[in-house]
C-alpha cells in the first residue's frame, strides 16, 4: 500500500534551518509529484510547492521562495525541505503528499517549533 | 494568486441532517477543485475530486457540484463520525485551499 513516511518532531532556534524528510514506498517513487503543505493553527492549510521526483525540478508558492528549499534522493524515494532562517512564524506542521493537483496520499506531518 | 473563500466558518448540525458547504473562488476556477477532510489529529483526506467526482471509498452521502467561481459540498444525512473540518482547493491556477469549515453536531 502506498505509504508516506514522515521524519520526527523538530525544535529549531530562530535563524537556524532545519530539514525534513518524506519517505515513500508501495509505489513507483518517480511516478507522482510531492507536494509540501504548511498547516497552522491561523492560517490554516498553506501550499508550499512541488518537486518533479523524476526530474528535480520545483515549483515554489511565491510565498515560500526563498523558506523552503525542495530535493528529492530518488535512490531512497525519499523527498526533502529544508526551512531555512527559521522564526517563530515557521512553527506548524508539515505534510507531504503524494501529487500535485489532487493530493490523495498524505505523510502524517512533521511538527517543527521555532523557538529560543 | 486565486483566493478560495469557505461559508461558514463554523456549522452546527444534526445528525440526518443535510448540511451544506460553500467555496467561493476569486476567479473561475473551471472546476478544478478538491474537497478534502480532516479530523483532529489526523491529515486531511480527498473526498471528491474535479469537482463532483466521489474519491473510491468514500460515502455516497457525500456529493460535490459547482462551477465557474462557486462550488458547494453536500453531506445528504450527516453522521457523527463526519465531525470534522473540510476544506475546498483549487489547483486551477496555482494550488490554493479555503480557510476550512468546521462541522460539529450539535
Known amino acids: 500500500q502506498v505509504q508516506l513516511q514522515q521524519s520526527g518532531a523538530e525544535l529549531a532556534k530562530p535563524g537556524s534551518s532545519v530539514k525534513i524528510s518524506c519517505k515513500a514506498s508501495?509505489?513507483?517513487?518517480?511516478?507522482?509529484?510531492i507536494s509540501w503543505i504548511k498547516q497552522t493553527t491561523g492560517q490554516g492549510l498553506e501550499y508550499i510547492g512541488y518537486i518533479n521526483t523524476g526530474s528535480g525540478g520545483t515549483n515554489y508558492n511565491e510565498k515560500f521562495k526563498g523558506k523552503a528549499t525542495l530535493t528529492v534522493d530518488k535512490s531512497s524515494s525519499t523527498a526533502f525541505m529544508q526551512l531555512s532562517s527559521l522564526t517563530p512564524d515557521d512553527s506548524a506542521v508539515y505534510y507531504c503528499a503524494r501529487g500535485a493537483a489532487t493530493p490523495l496520499y498524505w505523510g502524517q506531518g512533521v511538527m517543527v517549533t521555532v523557538s529560543s | 494568486d486565486i483566493q478560495m473563500t469557505q461559508s461558514p466558518s463554523l456549522l452546527s448540525a444534526s445528525v440526518g441532517d443535510r448540511v451544506t458547504l460553500n467555496c467561493k473562488a476569486s476567479?473561475?476556477?473551471?472546476?478544478?477543485l478538491n474537497w478534502y477532510q480532516q479530523k483532529l489529529g489526523e491529515a486531511p483526506k480527498l473526498l471528491i475530486y474535479y469537482t463532483n467526482n466521489l474519491q473510491t471509498g468514500i460515502p455516497s452521502r457525500f456529493s460535490g457540484s459547482g462551477s465557474g467561481t462557486d462550488y458547494t459540498l453536500t453531506i445528504s444525512s450527516l453522521q457523527p463520525e463526519d465531525v470534522a473540518t473540510y476544506y475546498c482547493y483549487q489547483y486551477n491556477s496555482g494550488y490554493t485551499f479555503g480557510a476550512g469549515t468546521k462541522l460539529e453536531l450539535k
Open positions: 508501495g509505489y513507483t517513487f518517480t511516478s507522482y509529484y
Open positions: 476567479q473561475n476556477i473551471n472546476k478544478n
